[in-house]
C-alpha cells in the first residue's frame, strides 16, 4: 500500500503563490504516476498535473504556464507549485498515487482558497 499526505493548502489573495506537498510512504517503489487533482464545492473532482516516474509531466489548460509539477525522490515527496492563483482555482487539492499495479490511492486533501 501507499500513505499520502498533502498540505500547504491556505487563503491566498488572488495573484499569489502557493507550494503543496504530496509526501508518499510505504510502497513507493510502486508508484508509477503521481497526480494533482481538485474539487470545488458543486463541482467534479478534476485532474490538474501529473508526474509519471520517468519525470513525464502533463498539465490541464487551465493551470498551465502558471502551475508547476517537481519532485524530491530524497524526501519521496512530490510538490504542485501554484503561481499568479485565481478565485476560480479555489477547491480542495488532492493527491493521487496510481501504482504499477493499478492500483489508486488518495490522500486525504488540501483546501486552498483564493480570495481577497
Known amino acids: 500500500q501507499v500513505q499520502l499526505v498533502e498540505s500547504g493548502g491556505d487563503l491566498v489573495q488572488p495573484g499569489g503563490s502557493l507550494r503543496l506537498p504530496c509526501a508518499a510512504s510505504?510502497?513507493?517503489?510502486?508508484?508509477?504516476?503521481t497526480a494533482w487533482y481538485r474539487q470545488a464545492p458543486g463541482k467534479q473532482r478534476e485532474l490538474v498535473a501529473e508526474?509519471?516516474?520517468?519525470?513525464?509531466?502533463t498539465y490541464v489548460d487551465s493551470v498551465k504556464g502558471r502551475f508547476t509539477v517537481s519532485r524530491d525522490n530524497a524526501k519521496n515527496t512530490v510538490y504542485l507549485q501554484m503561481n499568479s492563483l485565481k478565485p476560480e482555482d479555489t477547491a480542495v487539492y488532492y493527491c493521487?498515487?496510481?501504482?504499477?499495479?493499478?492500483?489508486?490511492?488518495w490522500g486525504q486533501g488540501t483546501q486552498v482558497t483564493v480570495s481577497s
Open positions: 493521487k498515487a496510481h501504482t504499477i499495479w493499478s492500483e489508486d490511492y
Open positions: 510505504g510502497n513507493i517503489f510502486t508508484i508509477r504516476v
Open positions: 508526474i509519471t516516474n520517468r519525470d513525464t509531466i
